[in-house]
């Protein structure tokens, strides 16, 4: 008998070809975020979930799903599971690490640019009919190239931000909980500083740390006042690592020059504050959005789906220890 699968969210043909090859797929393709409790309707009596980050897995879906072995998220952050009340009841999780770093590093540096340049503001200037002609002074912007650029989480993607920076001839700066190894720094060019040193010396700040109650509004007032005031903050990891309401307040007082904005606290329904603001380039969470990324994202959760649900054991599991018990 083929174990019985949930997928929550559209996929493409070829995801669910290759999970209907070894599974019974049970999937909702209207693409619409199932709430709570049609989620736990459906899953009940399946064994694997592939989900996204708008399905919450906690332990109340848990309690209500006792046949449920492994959740396979189609991201590589899962602040949307409860991997500790996952371990409790021995199922294993996955995300999708490695396939989306490139795309991710890219949307990052299409945010710094675009602030640095104005991009998303001047395009609503020329639609608006305000380009009457050249002007020297006009609607001037900053450099990237040989500015100091601060990357918090020098992670897989963090550090293909960092590369990318080489181009830029950029003097890159990097702080996380742990410092990476010396071959890493070496090999992408970063010097370990720390936190307010890589706030008040960097005309760059980026943000690639996954969000937890360690990291929920690790950029605050405090911090956005430690940082230029011709400075540009780029967020494209997760919602809540900023606190919204002091970012808007720095935007507006000139606390800082400029955002880069790809997730929001209480995505998609953002803070009004930040539409009125010309100084911070908005994009709707979309940092892996490329076409290639998305069938690679989807296929690895796929993959790690498979794996865990015939005994093996999926190559990007989370919690190790399920597989000891
Ligand atoms: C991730 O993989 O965590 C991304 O945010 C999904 O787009």
């Known amino acids: ?132 002609g050249w002007r020297l002074k006009q609607w001037l912007g900053i450099d990237v190239h040989h500015a100091t650029l601060g990357i918090f989480g020098l992670g897989r993607i963090g550090q293909a931000i960092a590369r990318r920076a080489a181009g830029f001839e950029m003097k890159v700066l990097y702080h996380n909980r742990k410092r990476v190894a010396a071959d890493i720094e070496k090999r992408v060019n970063a010097s370990y500083v720390s936190k307010d040193e890589l706030l008040r010396q960097s005309d760059f700040v980026v943000l690639q740390v996954p969000y937890s109650p360690e990291t929920h509004h690790m950029i605050g007032e405090r911090e956005l006042r430690l940082m230029k005031p011709t400075a540009i903050l780029v967020n494209s990891t997760r919602g809540g690592v900023v606190d919204d309401a002091a970012l808007i307040a720095a935007l507006k007082a000139g606390t800082i020059r400029a955002a880069g904005l790809d997730v929001f606290e209480n995505e998609p329904r953002l803070n009004p504050e930040f539409l009125k603001l010309d100084n911070v380039a908005l994009a709707p969470h979309v940092g892996s959005s490329t076409e290639a990324t998305r069938r690679a994202m989807a296929m690895t959760a796929a993959k790690n789906l498979v794996v865990a649900l015939t005994g093996g054991t999926p190559p990007n599991l989370l919690n190790p220890e399920t597989r000891k018990k």
């Not at 709570?36 to 009940?44: G, I, K, Q, S, T």
């Not at 848990?62 to 492994?70: G, T």
């Open 1 to 132: 008998m083929k174990p019985k699968v949930l997928v929550t969210r559209e996929v493409f043909d070829e995801t669910l070809d290759y999970l209907a090859q070894h599974c019974e797929v049970d999937s909702s393709q209207g693409d619409v975020a199932l709430d709570p409790e049609a989620l736990a309707r459906r899953l009940a009596g399946k064994s694997g979930l592939m989900c996204a980050l708008t399905d919450r897995v906690d332990p109340k879906l848990i309690e209500r799903c006792p046949d449920l072995k492994a959740v396979a998220n189609i991201a590589v952050g899962y602040n949307n599971i409860d991997l500790a009340a996952c371990t409790a009841r021995g199922i294993m999780a996955t995300n999708t690490p490695g396939v989306l770093d490139d795309s991710t590093a890219d949307l990052a540096w299409t945010l710094m640019l675009g602030a640095a340049r104005r991009l998303t503001e001047l395009e609503r200037r020329v639609r608006a009919g305000e380009w009457t």
